[in-house]
């Protein structure tokens, strides 16, 4: 069974930067992709970046430039830099896994950003 822990979330003023972590217990050769979905209070998840196994990026035309997405294969963990915060960047984020057999959710965690 896998597991997304995530950790980095918390409260930062507009301008700030954060680094989400998301480690995940399974190995860098059955993942497919790892992206990070954020979801605002009274929105829909939305994907805010995505790599792929190959090392290719996209990114949500609202974070990019700001967001930087990476993976450490070795340690199985993806993170997300996120420069330049805004308040519209404040929902919670949750970290999502596709493998060869599934796609995994992480618990969440919360993101504000302050005027």
């Known amino acids: 069974q896998v597991q997304l822990v995530e950790s980095g979330g918390g409260l930062v003023q507009a301008g700030g930067s954060l680094r989400l972590s998301c480690a995940a217990s399974?190995?860098?050769?059955?993942?497919?992709?790892m992206a990070w979905y954020r979801q605002a209070p009274g929105k829909q998840r939305e994907l805010v970046a995505r790599i792929t196994s190959g090392g290719s990026t996209n990114y949500a035309d609202s974070v990019k430039g700001r967001f930087t997405i990476s993976r450490d294969n070795a340690l199985n963990t993806v993170y997300l830099q996120m420069n330049g915060l805004k308040p519209e960047d404040t929902a919670v984020y949750y970290c999502?896994?596709?493998?060869?057999?599934?796609?995994?959710w992480g618990q969440g965690t919360q993101v504000t950003v302050s005027s």
């Open positions: 999502n896994v596709l493998t060869t057999w599934n796609f995994y």
């Open positions: 399974v190995s860098s050769s059955s993942i497919n992709a």
